[in-house]
């Protein structure tokens, strides 16, 4: 690993002072210490977030929940006001990583981990998303887990959150040290032709909290394929709420994004089948040679999560 100056902010005025100058910001460190040690991520400077008080969840005056961006994953997936009104985030923390993980990683963190993408993770070949203009392997290459949605020339890669799919689904507000906001799921952005930048976020700024709107009135599902029974990334994922005769839902493992599946939505209020919808929702994917079985997979999750839903 590269030397490094380690320091730990006192406040969130310090730690966004350190990183408008450059530091990285290390939570739980369960993914950029890994990145580090494979020489991915090489910052000269790391500041520690991990102790500035933003590790409470609250109700809000609005009938909402607020997540500190420093609470861990085990204690939000535990904790009793998302257990009863967001069952979905619950269930999607609890999909991901294993209990050690959960117990270090933060959902500040797990919103901004990086792709898996194996050629991402090996600095020995070329990547566009690590070392711009350099090309993607993954496309002729390893690709059975990567894109069959949204992906460009540029990049196939996939976000692997489990969380920021559930959040997309409830339209939960990310909210940034300095009072900016960004509502899910516009936090994570598509490659296009600059796939080295994963969000929105601009260098330094710092996540303090998420804010969940007030609970939807039906139940909620968050059920994700992957190749191990636990300690996997998701192949799909999909988290999926009713509120009245509403359905909201997402998909994970399948873009660069938690996909929103807003044209789904839009057809089952218009009457269409769980089939129908489903279908109208990936009318517009473009599997990889390897990873056409995704497609069949997206398809037959959402329909049986709404099928499932509907009988709850
Ligand atoms: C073996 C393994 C299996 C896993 N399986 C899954 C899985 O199935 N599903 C899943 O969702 N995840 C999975 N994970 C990923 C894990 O959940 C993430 O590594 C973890 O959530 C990252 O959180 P952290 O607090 O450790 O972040 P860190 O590693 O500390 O930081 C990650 C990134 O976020 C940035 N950052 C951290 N906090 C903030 C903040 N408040 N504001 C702005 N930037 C910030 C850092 O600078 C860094 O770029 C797995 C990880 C491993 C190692
Ligand atoms: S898919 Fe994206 S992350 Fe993977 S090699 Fe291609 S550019 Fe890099």
Redesign the pocket.
Known sequence: MRPFEYSRAADVASAVGA?RAGA???????????LMRLGV?TPDRVVD?GRLG?DEVTETDGGGVRIG??VR?SDLAAHPLILERYPVVSQ?LL????GQ??N???I???????TRCVYFQDVSKPCNKRAPGSGCPAIEGEHRGLAILGHSDACVATH?????VALAALDAIVQLAGGRTVAMPGLHRLPGDDPSRDTV?EPG????GIELPPPLSGPQRYRKV?DRAS????LVSVAAAVDGSDVRLALGGVAHVPWRCFTAEEALRGGASFEQAADAELADARPLRDNGFKLTLARNLLVRTLDDLTHT
């Open positions: 990183g990285r910001y290390l939570a739980g460190g369960t993914n950029l210490v890994d991520e977030v933003l961006a420093g994953m999607a999909a991901g990583a294993s993980l959960r270090m990683a933060t500040g963190g797990n919103l901004l981990q990086r692997p959150s489990d969380l920021a976020l700024d710092l996540i303090v992957r300690f996997a990334f998701a």
